[in-house]
């Protein structure tokens, strides 16, 4: 005949005997007890910390929950986490209570939820530091190009001076015809004055077309050319060292 229970007892899962309702280990068989999974804790966990590893550790699988919280910042663990919740959602509790236990201290799950929010919070800050650090960064490498390719240019304007000690009116003056006028960040122009003007397509960026840099020429006590290439419509964080006012 079984024994009836108080409100306090519980009957232990290996041997049978009544013991305390919270006891996690039989005091007369010495087997530990299994937790039951609560199906609701265990999606909620799933869903808003699986990312983490929330779930694993409330499982009581703490080496899957740390790989979790590792490698979360892949996007990995979310994916096979979603994977997982379906699957929960799907899976009856006695299915759910067959294979898992609760083995998870809530301590631990609150640390990995603190850590998990720290971490996304820094990585928030570093992308939101790095990505226009980096947008920028390209930008200038791409502007760089378009203030190379007027190297054939200065060099040009500079012969035509020496040799008549004027800067030409335009393209047509120069020995053997204009440069290029084509790069693949713009469009490079001869006005007045051997004054350059370079102006930038949509390659840089969208924001960036029709934005200029100018080239002005000044004659050096030598008597050669010398460039100065702050002026025009660009923003100086976008301009090599050399070409900012």
């Given at each position: 005949m079984?024994?009836?229970l108080s409100a306090d007892q519980k009957v232990c899962d290996a041997c049978g005997q009544p013991i305390h309702a919270r006891a996690e280990i039989c005091p007369k068989c010495g087997v530990r007890q299994h937790r039951p999974v609560s199906k609701a804790v265990l999606l909620l966990l799933t869903f808003f910390?699986?990312?983490i590893g929330a779930h694993k550790f409330y499982l009581g699988k703490y080496w899957q929950g740390a790989l979790y919280l590792i490698f979360f910042w892949t996007g990995i663990p979310a994916l096979v986490a979603l994977i997982e919740f379906i699957i929960y959602a799907f899976t009856s509790s006695e299915r759910l209570n067959e294979k898992y236990t609760a083995g998870g201290s809530v301590l631990v799950i609150?640390?990995?939820?603190?850590?998990?929010?720290?971490?996304?919070m820094v990585i928030g800050i570093i992308a939101a530091v790095a990505i226009p650090a980096y947008q920028d960064f390209t930008v200038r490498a791409k502007v760089s190009e378009g203030i190379m390719g007027t190297m054939p240019w200065r060099e040009a304007v500079a012969d035509y001076y020496a040799k008549t000690k004027r800067a030409p009116a335009s393209a047509n003056e120069l020995p053997g015809g204009a440069p290029g006028t084509?790069?693949?960040s713009g469009t490079i122009a001869l006005g007045s004055g051997g004054v350059l003007t370079v102006t930038l397509n949509d390659s840089v960026g969208g924001r960036f077309a029709g934005k200029t840099i100018v080239?002005?020429?000044?004659v050096n006590p030598d008597g050669g050319l010398s460039w100065?290439?702050?002026?025009?419509?660009?923003?100086?964080?976008y301009r090599p060292a050399s070409c900012r006012p």
């Open positions: 079984e024994a009836t910390g699986g990312g609150v640390i990995v939820l603190v850590l998990g929010l720290l971490g996304v084509q790069t693949r080239f002005q020429p000044s100065s290439c702050t002026a025009g419509t660009l923003e100086s964080r």
